[in-house]
């Protein structure tokens, strides 16, 4: 059965320190991988896909990594407007364009 | 360029009844795809449109159905409603089918059943 699993569950950093999420998947055939931020109550803010292992995409003080096993998403130097939760996606197959989620990391900036 | 929009933005209902909540995709996109999500989780796939046809389904019953129109519009229906359909609910358009196309979600309706 396809499954991603995202860790840590939560993650608090202060101001200015580097960290990394991560998103492990095991499916069938993957054609793409989407990262979001998604605020409370609110919908997901796509962030990146990535296609194929070994592809990179950055985005301000975002860049995401994608091996044949999983995916990172590193944030560097972070900022207070940075906290949110993120969410790791999936699309696998050739039957259905479903997105197939992780639980998310919740991340918490402190000044 | 507009956005995927839903409405309304909060709903509050009793066990039994029935709701219909509304999407419009983005500009330019013929996909829609709703999607419920549970306090602390992930978003979970109910079922997408495609030209107005539905287009692959999760495990969901049969009381949720849904439809789209020419416009690439779409409607998502709940009848009988539970206790636990209780969740946000988001819409999500992208350009088509097929592809990895990038599924861009709106602001979402949260439902509550009492």
């Known amino acids: 059965e396809d499954q991603v699993t995202q860790s840590p569950e939560a993650l608090r950093l202060q101001e200015g320190e580097s960290s990394s999420l991560n998103c492990s998947y095991t499916v069938s055939g993957l054609r793409g991988l989407f990262w979001y931020r998604q605020d409370p109550g609110k919908g997901p803010e796509f962030l990146f896909t990535l296609y194929s292992a070994g592809e990179e995409k950055e985005k301000e003080r975002l860049k995401a990594t994608l091996t044949k096993k999983e995916s990172f998403l590193h944030i560097t130097a972070p900022k207070p407007e940075d906290s949110a939760t993120y969410l790791c996606a999936v699309q696998a197959g050739v039957r259905t364009d479903k997105l197939i989620f992780g639980t998310g990391t919740r991340l918490q900036v402190f000044p | 360029e507009t956005g995927v929009t839903q409405s309304p933005t909060h709903l509050i209902k009793t066990r039994g009844q029935q709701v219909t909540l509304r999407c419009s995709s983005q500009?330019?996109?013929?996909?829609v795809s709703w999607y419920q999500q549970a306090l602390g989780q992930g978003p979970q796939f109910i079922f997408q449109?495609?030209?107005?046809?539905?287009?692959g389904r999760g495990n969901f019953p049969p009381r949720f159905s849904g439809l789209q129109f020419p416009n690439y519009s779409s409607e998502l229906n709940v009848n009988a409603l539970e206790l636990d359909d209780s969740a946000l609910y988001l819409c999500?358009?992208?350009?088509?089918?097929?592809?990895?196309?990038?599924?861009?979600f709106g602001p979402g309706t949260r439902l509550t059943v009492l």
């Open positions: 999500a358009s992208s350009l088509d089918v097929g592809g990895a196309f990038s599924q861009y």
């Open positions: 500009s330019g996109h013929n996909t």
């Open positions: 449109y495609y030209r107005e046809e539905e287009n």
